[in-house]
């Protein structure tokens, strides 16, 4: 499975951006697909997920600003971030998975090369 992100750059804090993923490969019945992000130094941070029952999971850093509006037929994800904060800077990274949802990046089969976002003050 190949996923391409798109949609990063270089924004203010308080904006909206959008992010894009288009999968290869995607079922909506047996993958898990998600995005993460990731700063120098820490741990991947898993910020929102899609499991293969439609759910999906925030993480509380981001409940109430970013969510993932419906997959589309051509197995693109969004997200749709807003009131972007200094904070979110990192690079973004769209992931996906048959079956389980590891929490961190590592444990995923696929994931695309990321997408850097900077919010600045």
């Known amino acids: 499975v190949q996923l391409v992100e798109s949609g990063g750059g270089s924004v203010q804090s308080g904006v909206s951006l959008r992010l894009s993923c288009v999968a290869s490969?995607?079922?909506?019945?047996?993958?898990?697909i998600g995005w993460f992000i990731q700063t120098p130094g820490k741990e991947s941070e898993r910020v929102a997920t899609?499991?293969?029952?439609?759910?999906?999971i925030y993480a509380e850093s981001v409940k109430g600003r970013f969510t993932i509006p419906s997959i589309k037929a051509n197995h693109t994800l969004f997200l749709q971030m807003n009131n972007l904060k200094v904070d979110d800077t990192a690079m973004f990274y769209c992931?996906?998975?048959?079956?389980?949802?590891?929490?961190?990046?590592?444990?995923?089969?696929?994931w695309g090369k990321g997408i850097l976002v900077i919010v600045s003050s």
């Open positions: 490969a995607y079922s909506n019945t047996s993958d898990c």
């Open positions: 992931a996906s998975q048959r079956g389980n949802c590891p929490l961190r990046l590592s444990g995923w089969d696929y």
């Open positions: 899609v499991y293969p029952d439609d759910e999906t």
